[in-house]
């Protein structure tokens, strides 16, 4: 009770200090939720509402473990693809000299060579909607690397386009129906989905967690992707456009750990979950897995207490993932920190600090 205590103390905290309007937190152990609670409002323009449990979240660069990851993941288990084939034979397309040595291993582990990010809207709204995705992927195929492919990491969401890209040939549909076919429809996610402005909302705007005032839409965004170039794209791409609640969200961690851990081998292969959550060596100082990342050394997002042995992933609208392997915890961070505007950074500080204190509250304060 006492955890319970500070950590609800320490979310209301959270939205006093101006870190966030509104937050969900969740904590589970061994398989077991110990935490899940709601602080603040989820929109504060142009409506003030409070946050709630099962609020919507746009999940922002949370879509690359959960999405395009996930889908990849799919896709090397069953053995269409390989990780370490590279573009030039999964694309149906000229690859130039400098990209033929680009992998998926690369790709996933922000190893390819990319640029970390690349305001490609403002040349989409330009192009019909239907050929925005061809546009794009030319713009990726001829634009020059910043390093060797396999050189050095740099957190890239144009990798994760492209990844998207691989899903699509591999798999023989869009990713969106992809993973709604092998995820999210037989886990029965009812509020987890990729982001189409081509389709109805299934849900009410203010269900949503609103993000930012958008200079370039020139409104509040609530229940559309916060992105731009996934906007700009019809709603999604591999690095962004996935929703859903902490709840779901923890649906699809569990998911994974379960695997990982051999409780399960209905969805995937232990092993191949192993592989993908284990940190990738061929960049030196690299701290990233594949479609994870792991505790950076130092000060990490993590905190100070989880071990080594962790995955994670950070969402540009102020959610978040941590899970550490070795004792088998999960905190699921869901907040709308852009609301209503993008510089509040506030949660760089906040967020380790939430961290430890979970860690202290558990008693688990050696790594």
Known sequence: MKIKHHLESLLGEGVLRGVYPGAVLLVAQTGEITFLEAAGHRSLKPTVAPMQKETIFDLASLTKPLAATLAIMKLVDGAVIKLDQTIDILLPCHVSEEKKGISLRMLLSHSAGFPAWESFY?????????????????????????????????????????????????????????????????????????????????????????????????????????????????????????????????????????????????????????????????????????????????????????????????????TSIWVDLDRDITVIFLTNRIHPTRKNEKIRVFRPKLHNAIMKGLGLTQK
Request: include cysteine; charged fraction near 20%.
């Open 122 to 318: 403002l040349a989409l709204e330009r192009v019909p909607l239907k050929k925005r995705k061809k546009f794009l992927r030319a713009q990726l195929l001829k634009m020059p690397l910043i390093f060797r492919p396999g050189q050095e990491a740099l957190y890239s969401d144009l990798g994760f386009m492209m990844l998207e890209w691989v899903v699509e040939e591999a798999a023989g549909v869009p990713m969106d129906l992809f993973l709604d076919r092998h995820f999210y429809k037989p886990l029965a996610l009812k509020k987890t989905f990729i982001c189409d402005l081509t389709r109805p909302d299934k849900f009410k705007a203010g269900q949503y967690a609103a993000t930012e005032a958008c200079p370039w839409r020139g409104e509040v965004i609530q229940g559309t992707v916060h992105d731009e170039n996934a906007y700009a794209l019809g709603g999604y791409s591999g690095h962004a456009g996935l929703f859903g609640t902490a709840m779901e969200v923890y649906a699809l961690v569990s998911l994974l750990t379960n695997h990982f851990y051999g409780r399960q081998n209905k969805y995937l292969r232990p092993e191949t979950v192993r592989a993908f959550f284990a940190r990738q060596r061929h960049v030196k100082n690299g701290t990233w897995a594949l479609g994870w990342d792991t505790p950076s050394p130092g000060v990490s997002s993590s905190g100070r207490y989880f071990s080594d042995n962790s995955i994670g992933h950070l969402g540009f609208t102020g």
